[in-house]
């Protein structure tokens, strides 16, 4: 089994930073891809940004600029920097991986159970 595990989430001001970190452990062969997610109340799940294990990213508008995602390979852990914060920014945030298992397997992609962030203005 593959189990994530965010952490990082917290209460900060509007204009402060966050470092969200997602830690993939089990039978892990490689991650394809990670991505981070966030659920405000109310709304819809929605994509805050994807990093592949060749490193292309990509953002939603809304981040570009203030947030950027990484991924430690060697560590089989993603991070997700968030300067600039704003009350809007304010949801649970959650990380996929995609992930397979042993050589030549397909990909399943695995999720954790989110971090709280709240920003305060």
């Known amino acids: ?4 595990v965010e952490s990082g989430g917290g209460l900060v001001q509007a204009g402060g930073s966050l470092r969200l970190s997602c830690a993939a452990s089990g039978s ?3 991650i394809n891809a990670m991505g981070w997610y966030r659920q405000a109340p109310g ?6 940004a994807r990093i592949t294990s060749g490193g292309s990213t990509n953002y939603a508008d809304s981040v570009k600029g203030r947030f950027t995602i990484s991924l ?6 993603g991070y997700l920097q968030m300067n ?5 920014d304010t949801a649970v945030y959650y990380c996929n991986a995609d992930v397979r298992k ?5 990909q ?3 999720w954790g159970q989110g971090t709280q962030v709240t920003v305060s203005s």
């Open 1 to 4: 089994q593959v189990q994530l």
């Open 28 to 30: 892990i062969f490689s």
């Open 43 to 48: 709304k819809q799940r929605e994509l805050v």
């Open 72 to 77: 430690d390979n060697g560590k089989n852990t």
């Open 84 to 88: 600039s914060l704003k009350p809007e």
């Open 102 to 106: 042993n050589w030549g397997d397909n």
């Open 108 to 110: 399943y992609r695995y």
